[in-house]
């Protein structure tokens, strides 16, 4: 098939959770022989890696993509505006939008593969008539809507209402890009329902057969990772320290370390006073950086780092803290397939199909978090039983080659 697949961020390197996904895609797609044409916003920083991506056969247009607050403030006006989202104003941007028209004027595509939910906007919509009408897949990395909903009970007062507002206007959107798009990829079993809901939430006057019908035009696909890259970890006997990481910029991971740090960690110093947290990931909040100035002895922030594997060597377990978000965390199936004992949240371990006490250790309050850290910290056998188990549960359900292969049978189906 012929793709034009629209990216809001280049995939490469698959250093954050929603690159991680978009590049086994692509990877998967042009192993299988179709003709991608890929158009992604690209920060300037990016463009050392265009050649990596080129290198998997695809033609690639990469969009230059600058962010700011100012420039916020002015998409965020503009929302009020529109009524729609500011995530959606945000990268409605001119020179995207060209592009994509301008290639659906010149190439005929069987598909438009939109990566996330603020690339369906440039997909013709149905009423437009470019040439012949491709196939239009939304691939929701996660329910978007459901996200601003948990961030609601975190958020501070005053921001309250304008996450309420646009969890509103992210559901309406959303839920008509599922109705309308040809079809819809979901992560997880859980935020295919949620879709649906911001679907039906806009579907009035529809007959609930209708409804039904169309609930064959969404699919769960979960994340996939390379489990033959991601080598298992060769931890350091008797170690102290405590792992965590992500996209530090991203109001819910920074939500959740920020609870662990103020919340779990002092409950595992009390205990462990040896035990020490290193927290990895661009961008990290000041409140981070001035902790770990404070006290260098038991907490290290890093930033950014290119290659993991020291710091997973060097850790007993990792933490994925998570108490808002959708879709699934790629961190949680990174560590798996490093073989890395875990323990997070009952809303970090949404979609994943792992065992709690088995695969995993869950907890939801700081007590009981800094319980099971410890606990796992003072058994080494137990570390060894999540390792090994983790490791396997990667292996056999997670790893790209397999999971995408459902990525066949749709596209022809679709196709047809």
Same mark, same amino acid.
């Given at each position: 098939?012929?793709?034009?697949?629209?990216?809001?961020?280049?995939p490469?390197?698959?250093?954050a959770?929603?690159?991680v996904?978009?590049?086994?895609?692509?990877?998967?797609?042009?192993?299988?022989?179709?003709?991608?044409?890929?158009?992604?916003?690209?920060?300037?920083?990016?463009?050392?890696?265009?050649?990596?991506v080129?290198?998997?056969?695809?033609?690639?247009?990469?969009?230059?993509?600058?962010?700011?607050?100012?420039?916020?403030?002015a998409?965020?006006?503009?929302?009020?505006?529109?009524?729609?989202?500011?995530l959606?104003?945000?990268?409605?941007?001119?020179?995207?939008?060209?592009?994509?028209?301008?290639?659906?004027?010149?190439?005929?595509?069987?598909?438009?593969h939109?990566?996330?939910?603020?690339?369906?906007?440039?997909?013709p919509?149905?009423?437009?008539?470019?040439?012949?009408?491709?196939?239009?897949?939304?691939?929701?990395?996660?329910?978007?809507?459901?996200?601003?909903?948990?961030?609601?009970?975190?958020?501070?007062?005053?921001?309250?209402?304008?996450?309420?507002?646009?969890?509103?206007?992210?559901?309406?959107?959303?839920?008509?890009?599922?109705?309308?798009?040809?079809?819809?990829?979901?992560?997880?079993?859980?935020?295919?329902?949620?879709?649906?809901?911001?679907?039906?939430?806009?579907?009035?006057?529809?007959?609930?057969?209708?409804?039904?019908?169309?609930?064959?035009?969404?699919?769960?696909? %979960?994340?996939?990772?390379?489990? !033959?890259?991601?080598?298992?970890? @060769? *931890? +350091?006997?008797?170690? /102290?320290?405590?792992?965590? $990481?992500?996209?530090?910029h991203?109001?819910?991971?920074?939500?959740?370390?920020?609870?662990?740090?103020?919340?779990?960690?002092?409950?595992?110093?009390?205990?462990?006073?040896?035990?020490?947290?290193?927290?990895?990931?661009?961008?990290?909040?000041?409140?981070?950086?001035?902790?770990?100035?404070?006290?260098?002895?038991?907490?290290?922030?890093?930033?950014?780092?290119?290659?993991?594997? %020291?710091?997973?060597?060097?850790? !007993?377990?990792?933490?994925?803290p @998570? *108490? +808002?978000?959708?879709? /699934?965390?790629?961190?949680? $199936?990174?560590a798996?397939?490093?073989?890395?004992?875990?323990?997070?949240?009952?809303?970090?371990?949404?979609?994943?199909n792992?065992?709690?006490?088995?695969?995993?250790?869950?907890?939801?309050?700081?007590?009981?978090?800094?319980?099971?850290?410890?606990?796992l910290?003072?058994?080494?056998?137990?570390?060894?039983?999540?390792?090994?188990?983790?490791?396997?549960?990667?292996?056999?359900?997670?790893?790209?080659?397999?999971?995408?292969?459902?990525?066949?049978?749709?596209y022809?189906?679709?196709a047809?």
């Amino acid at each position: 098939m012929n793709i034009l697949f629209l990216t809001q961020i280049l995939p490469y390197p698959p250093d954050a959770g929603p690159k991680v996904k978009t590049w086994h895609v692509l990877r998967y797609l042009a192993k299988q022989g179709h003709h991608i044409t890929l158009a992604s916003f690209i920060r300037k920083e990016e463009d050392k890696y265009l050649e990596n991506v080129r290198a998997l056969g695809i033609e690639l247009f990469p969009i230059p993509i600058r962010r700011s607050r100012a420039a916020d403030a002015a998409y965020l006006l503009r929302s009020n505006l529109s009524g729609l989202p500011f995530l959606i104003e945000r990268d409605n941007l001119p020179a995207m939008r060209s592009l994509v028209n301008r290639l659906l004027s010149e190439r005929q595509y069987d598909a438009i593969h939109a990566d996330q939910l603020t690339m369906t906007q440039f997909a013709p919509s149905g009423e437009q008539s470019i040439g012949t009408m491709p196939m239009r897949i939304f691939d929701a990395h996660n329910a978007t809507w459901s996200i601003m909903e948990r961030m609601q009970t975190t958020a501070r007062w005053f921001l309250k209402p304008l996450i309420a507002m646009e969890q509103q206007r992210i559901k309406r959107y959303e839920g008509r890009i599922v109705r309308t798009f040809e079809h819809t990829f979901a992560v997880t079993d859980i935020d295919r329902q949620l879709l649906l809901e911001a679907r039906d939430s806009t579907n009035t006057g529809i007959s609930r057969s209708a409804m039904q019908r169309g609930e064959d035009r969404i699919t769960t696909i %979960p994340i996939a990772v390379d489990t !033959a890259q991601l080598k298992p970890a @060769v *931890r +350091a006997p008797g170690s /102290m320290n405590i792992l965590t $990481l992500g996209t530090l910029h991203y109001p819910p991971n920074a939500d959740g370390i920020r609870w662990f740090i103020n919340e779990v960690f002092p409950m595992v110093r009390r205990e462990l006073p040896g035990a020490s947290l290193t927290i990895i990931g661009k961008n990290p909040p000041a409140d981070f950086v001035q902790l770990a100035q404070h006290d260098p002895e038991s907490v290290q922030v890093t930033g950014y780092v290119e290659d993991l594997a %020291p710091y997973f060597d060097r850790a !007993a377990l990792t933490v994925v803290p @998570v *108490r +808002a978000g959708s879709g /699934m965390r790629v961190r949680i $199936l990174e560590a798996f397939s490093r073989a890395m004992p875990v323990v997070t949240t009952t809303v970090g371990l949404e979609g994943i199909n792992a065992q709690p006490g088995r695969d995993v250790i869950v907890a939801d309050t700081p007590a009981d978090f800094a319980s099971g850290v410890v606990r796992l910290m003072k058994d080494p056998d137990l570390q060894s039983r999540l390792a090994e188990n983790g490791r396997c549960l990667a292996v056999e359900q997670y790893d790209w080659q397999q999971v995408l292969s459902r990525l066949d049978s749709l596209y022809r189906n679709d196709a047809q």
